[in-house]
Every structure is written in C-alpha cells, then in structure tokens.
C-alpha cells in the first residue's frame, strides 16, 4: 500500500476540503492494503495507470464527467464529481481533484475548467507523458451524499484510492480521491 505523504492535509484531500465547505460529516473509511481489495474493484484501482483508460475498458465506452461541485483560482482548479459512461449516463465513479493547473501546459486549461472530460483522458489525449502513485486504497462507509451522487440505495462498503497524478519531471498535475460504486452497479 502506498503510504499516505506528510505534505497533504490527509489521505481524503481533496475530498475532504469539499465535505467540510459543503459541512458534511467526516466520511468513514479505512485504508487498506493493495491485496485487501477485492475483485473486480482490484482491477479497476491498484495500478499505476489512469482510472480513465480503465475505466472505459471495464464499462465498453467513454466517460464524461458530471461536475458536481467546483473551484477555480487560475492556478489550481478544485472539482466534485461523478464520472459517467457517455452512454446511458452510468455512474462508475465518484470523487475529488485537484487539478495544479500551473504545471500543465496552458493550451489544456480551457479543456479541463470545462469539465467534460476526466483529466486522465485530456492527458492521453494531449500524449502528455505522466506517471499515476496510488497513495492509498480505501474501504469507505457509504453515506447519503455517496448514494445520492452515485445513484444508489442502501448500506454499502465501497473500494477506492488517493492517487496522485504527475509529470515527467516530477510536478504534481493532480491529487485525486476516485471510489467506485458498488460491483452489482459497477458491473462491466
């Protein structure tokens, strides 16, 4: 398992600052190792890959994004969401970014503030080269504003991570909290 940084604020971040501005109660979780989670959610979160491109394998399309929240300052763009298939609107995951828009390149800023597009698949798009360093895998207690974004009912344990995103050199392009639905729902 990757071991949470000392330089972010906890495993959670972003998500985290987007459950305290919205005032919403700590979400509960437990991280767990790499080897802990199970299948098919295994596949889907412990790699070093970008969950887009997986993602769209495992659901035979592509994903769109539905903003749920956002933050922009010009040098760092904030956003809640749930990743969707194109067709049929599917929700196959639901997390947090922080995008560091300084340190990627200016011509994808428009591309990214619209939010349309996970940030994975800009990247790819783009052939802009970037490594993916799972921080930690997660086992997260369900609560309402899980279900009410992912479309679900019911007590549910959920499979996640806290991944970073970054460049050649080293930059952070992204922090990112990614928990995928219940495997019934999530299902191929």
Known sequence: MATPSTTLPDVLYPLSMFRVARG??????EAVEGSEVPQ?????????????????????????????????????YFREVVLETVEGAKPVEYGAIEISLANLPEELHDKIVAAQRPLGGILNEHRLSYSSSPRAFLKVTADDPIREALGIEGEHLLYGRSNEIAGFNGESYARIVEILPPAQAAGG
Do not use: Q, W
Request: glycine letters at 10%.
């Open 24 to 29: 919403l109660p700590t979400l509960k979780f």
């Open 40 to 76: 098919p959610y295994a596949d889907l979160l412990v790699h070093e890959g970008d969950m887009t491109s997986r993602l769209e394998d495992f659901h035979g399309g592509s994903i769109c994004v539905r903003r749920l929240n956002s933050s922009n300052d010009g040098r760092a």
